[in-house]
């Protein structure tokens, strides 16, 4: 089981930055991929950034390249996507997420564990 707990949503004005940050708790290794995905309202939820739990190398949806970056710190076992440079479409919900497979994925169903959410509202 992995649990996983995010915080630091809130509302930010059009260009302004944020930092989401994810602790998680379980049992995680190595390969593991963990993610950071999205859910606007009426719209599917959508792929942001992601890397393997300690091995490098991070992938990021088009969307948010050059604006948002992903990173972990093992040692508090939390991973943060900070947030650049925001426009009103990144409003969403912002979730965090587990897999147990072996390589950073796009598709929401390829990730068994989720966070509860938080909320990012850019305002214009």
């Known amino acids: 089981q992995v649990q996983l707990v995010e915080s630091g949503g809130g509302l930010v004005q059009d260009g302004g930055s944020l930092r989401l940050s994810c602790v998680v708790s379980g049992s995680i290794f190595g390969s593991n991929p963990v993610a950071w995905f999205r859910q606007a309202p009426e719209k599917e939820r959508e792929f942001v950034a992601g890397m393997r739990w300690s091995i490098s190398g991070t992938s990021y949806a088009d969307s948010a390249k050059g604006r948002f970056t992903i990173s972990r710190d093992n040692a508090k076992n939390t991973v943060a996507l900070q947030m650049n440079s925001l426009k009103t479409e990144d409003t969403a919900v912002y979730f965090c997420?587990?897999?147990?497979?072996?390589?950073?994925?796009?598709?929401?169903?390829?990730?068994?564990?989720w966070g509860q959410g938080t909320q990012v509202t850019v305002s214009s």
């Open positions: 997420a587990a897999s147990k497979g072996l390589s950073v994925a796009t598709a929401a169903s390829r990730y068994t564990y």
